[in-house]
């Protein structure tokens, strides 16, 4: 088997993720239902999120979009890095539907190595999902964070992420 390897490009590193997913975590006949593609679809186009932590506010503008096909919901974007104060980031990740766990998998990645990695509970009346993320901290050791979140569409132009039972660096119930 030969390899060839060229200059990366954006698009080149979604083909690639995308490759990996589709054989990871698809079966060939496996749809996404109906109303898990119904509920990403509202995450399609630009957004601006606004994020409470302490006493700072965190803005990211992000671009969520579907792969040709629709059934791989790629995002991007910039803002404020949660574990250092005033130091940007830049972001993106992949949501797809593994059709064996019946349920959306989510991969993130910012520019300095974090990573981000949620399994997406979808119904048609609700959506949470666990989070699992690591980041450097501005004393440059590792941050490591699992939380529950919960998806609320307050209207066709405004959603809510609420975070609960927040576990960083070990210690439970953490408020930053």
Excluded: C
């Amino acid at each position: 088997m030969e390899t060839i390897v060229k200059q990366p490009t954006r698009l080149g590193f979604f083909l690639a993720l995308y490759g990996l997913l589709y054989w990871g975590l698809s079966a060939a006949s496996a749809q996404m239902p109906v109303h898990v593609k119904q509920s990403l679809d509202r995450l399609v186009g630009h957004w601006e999120m606004v994020t409470q932590l302490g006493g700072r506010q965190i803005i990211e503008h992000a671009t969520l979009e579907w792969s040709a096909d629709e059934t791989t919901l790629f995002y991007e974007g910039e803002g404020e890095k949660f574990a250092i104060k005033g130091q940007k980031t830049h972001f993106s990740g992949v949501f797809g539907w593994d059709a064996k766990a019946q349920l959306v998998r989510e991969f993130g990645f910012d520019n300095q190595g974090g990573t981000f990695f949620a399994d997406h509970s979808i119904t048609a009346d609700s959506w949470s999902d666990i989070v699992t993320a690591t980041s450097i901290g501005a004393d440059g050791q590792t941050v490591s964070e699992v939380f529950k979140r919960t998806f609320h569409f307050e209207s066709a132009d405004t959603w809510v992420l609420e975070s609960k039972n927040r576990v960083l660096r070990g210690q439970k119930g953490v408020k930053t």
